[in-house]
DNA sequence: ACCTGAACACCGTTCAAGT
DNA sequence: ACCTGAACACCGTTCAAGT
């Protein structure tokens, strides 16, 4: 990598993440290449596509809160750990507006740029989850990805202006779903009438 | 309206509910029109705006989505009813990927040409709500707005490739924080360490 | 009244030409 | 090696001109 090439990346990403805060995910390419006063070719090679440029701009954030959720397994109970996080995941999905629907796409295409970053934090999570199930404190019928989906889910009500004023309440409905609130257990997967059954395997 | 006009209309409309269903709620609006054999202007004119089109296009099942709800009110227990039409929504915003985040936007902005459509769709889902809240079957901390923002989650989820395997499954769990369960009541809401408190008012 | 294509200002992506 | 703008194929929206 050529020293100027080297230089023109940095600014890039620096340029990126300013206009992606102001703008939105939604930001095209040529904006950033015109705020960053390049060409557009200049960029499309640093970063071929639209996901390269996001995993540059966000795997700092993507490893903390992978990392995170290392430090939290050991030092809390599997209960309180898992809630942190989740807090902390949907947290940051809410910081750029948008982008958990790309790390969703992201998660289910390999080929993705993103896809390693996406796939260690369901892992992480997942760790969490099969802790706090080992304990008997979370739903056992829930994976990694539903983690993930929730998470997703509770980042798409936020980026919605006409629910973000209920959002934090939502995370406590649906923190409220994942756990399992004392020795009552069982029924909470199907709600009284047992022959309607609305579709959990 | 001429005579030729609202036959223009017509078509335009059958022609964009089969683009919508081919290519999903992104097509443009200059592909339908051609789709149609008709100039992009004489589509805004008749439609001025997407919502305007997509209003017109969901307007039908908007609608028997609303009703179905004051039918359900009256024949099944609360529960029970608030359980189907929440079914029903989700299969409805299902139907057209994308549809639900336009739907949001809409509830929020007075002047969308389909916001009254879907302020009714809310208010029939608050009803049912407020009848299972009455007979202290459903928590009691949501509103009309909570219900159309976890019908849009569930409908996030399934536009989301990864995890539309799951959205049955997760139905059913955003399904279980909805009902209240048994006699417990309180301990959902906070989950055991009161001291965490994870946001809910 | 209604229809229409040209025009404008955007977008992502490709590629031949320059340094 | 790396950078670059012109070129291509799109998009939504506007508007003067036609029937």
């Known amino acids: 990598l050529r020293a100027d090439a080297k230089e023109n990346y940095a600014h890039l990403l620096n340029i990126a993440e300013q206009a992606v805060a102001e703008v939105g995910i939604g930001v095209s390419v040529r904006e950033i290449a015109r705020r960053a006063e390049l060409g557009k ?5 640093h970063f071929p596509t639209r996901e390269a440029l996001l995993d540059a ?4 954030r993507l490893k903390a809160l992978t990392q995170k959720a290392e430090v939290l397994e050991q030092l809390a109970s599997a209960e309180e750990a898992l ?7 949907v947290a ?19 080929q993705s ?6 796939d260690n934090l369901r892992k992480a999570g997942a760790r969490l989850l099969e802790c706090g199930q080992a304990d008997g404190k979370v739903r056992p019928d829930l994976t990694g990805e539903d983690l993930f ?16 004023t209920r959002s934090d309440h939502l995370f ?23 022959q309607t059954g609305h579709g959990e395997s």
């Open 92 to 110: 940051f999905v809410r910081v750029y507006s948008g982008v958990v629907s790309m790390m969703a796409a992201a998660l289910a295409d390999q």
């Open 172 to 194: 406590g409905v649906i923190a409220s779903a994942i756990l399992i609130a004392g020795p009552a257990v069982k029924d909470r997967v199907d709600p009284p009438p047992p």
């Open 83 to 89: 809630i942190a996080w989740l807090r902390d995941a």
């Open 41 to 45: 070719a200049t960029l499309l090679r």
């Open 57 to 60: 701009l966000l795997q700092r």
């Open 113 to 118: 740029a993103l896809h390693a970053s996406c």
């Open 149 to 164: 989906a929730l998470i997703g889910a509770l980042g798409w009500i936020g980026d919605q202006p006409s629910f973000s």
